[in-house]
T-cell receptor, first 112, second 113 residues
Framework: GESVGLHLPTLSVQEGDNSIINCAYS??????FIWYKQESGKGPQFIID?????DKRQGQRVTVLLNKTVKHLSLQIAATQPGDSAVYFC???????????FGSGTRLQVQP | EAQVTQNPRYLITVTGKKLTVTCSQN?????MSWYRQDPGLGLRQIYY???????DKGDVPEGYKVSRKEKRNFPLILESPSPNQTSLYFC????????????FGPGTRLTVT
């Protein structure tokens, strides 16, 4: 598979544990903050979004927390599974040209 | 199946030889975009399009061209490729009112020698 982001920070967890992936963002004017998952050899895949006027949003096995005071975003994955192994990117979406501005990514490794 | 397709998936070419990477989506999305992904630099937007015949520059447009003659297609054109355009390229699409939820293609690995 592809091996982009060779110097990514890595989070290693045991199967069944909870994972927390963190991200610092820079643009306070962003409307949405988003998490994407990229498996080896594939394009990024949308996981969950949170609007800038919220501080928490839950999905299926995932929770995103937004702390605007310190410009921090986190993704919590409950009961981490081997299929969760991937690179996770946080992204910001603002107004205007609708570009996603991606963070550098965190590699999640799930140990069986 | 709803998807974004790109062709080719892998391409090795030489400096200066014009090439086109095709992108097609079958979800009737208004918005389409091209990104390049490089180690340490993450994903950066090259060009985007909000609708047919409407395109605009992203963060790194130099050396690239695009066109949007049909809603479903958004080809990326490199008129005179150079080695610094060696990268992994992704096409993405979305609905305009959900532009934060972009659907990405499988990627095109381009090597320019």
């Amino acid at each position: 598979g592809e091996s982009v982001g060779l110097h990514l920070p890595t989070l290693s967890v045991q199967e069944g544990d909870n994972s927390i992936i963190n991200c610092a963002y820079s643009n306070s004017a962003s409307d949405y903050f988003i998490w994407y998952k990229q498996e080896s050899g594939k394009g990024p895949q949308f996981i969950i979004d949170i609007r800038s006027n919220m501080d928490k949003r839950q999905g299926q096995r995932v929770t995103v927390l937004l702390n605007k005071t310190v410009k921090h975003l986190s993704l919590q994955i409950a009961a981490t599974q081997p299929g969760d192994s991937a690179v996770y990117f946080c992204a910001e979406s603002g107004t205007g040209r609708r570009a996603l501005t991606f963070g550098s990514g965190t590699r999640l490794q799930v140990q069986p | 199946e709803a998807q974004v397709t790109q062709n080719p998936r892998y391409l090795i070419t030489v400096t200066g030889k014009k090439l086109t990477v095709t992108c097609s989506q079958n979800m009737n999305h208004e918005y389409m975009s091209w990104y390049r992904q490089d180690p340490g630099l993450g994903l950066r937007q090259i060009y985007y399009s909000m609708n047919v015949e409407v395109t605009d520059k992203g963060d790194v447009p130099e050396g690239y061209k695009v066109s949007r003659k049909e809603k479903r297609n958004f080809p990326l054109i490199l008129e005179s490729p150079s080695p610094n355009q060696t990268s992994l390229y992704f096409c993405a699409s979305s609905y305009m009112d959900r532009d934060y939820e972009q659907y990405f293609g499988p990627g095109t690995r381009l090597t320019v020698t």
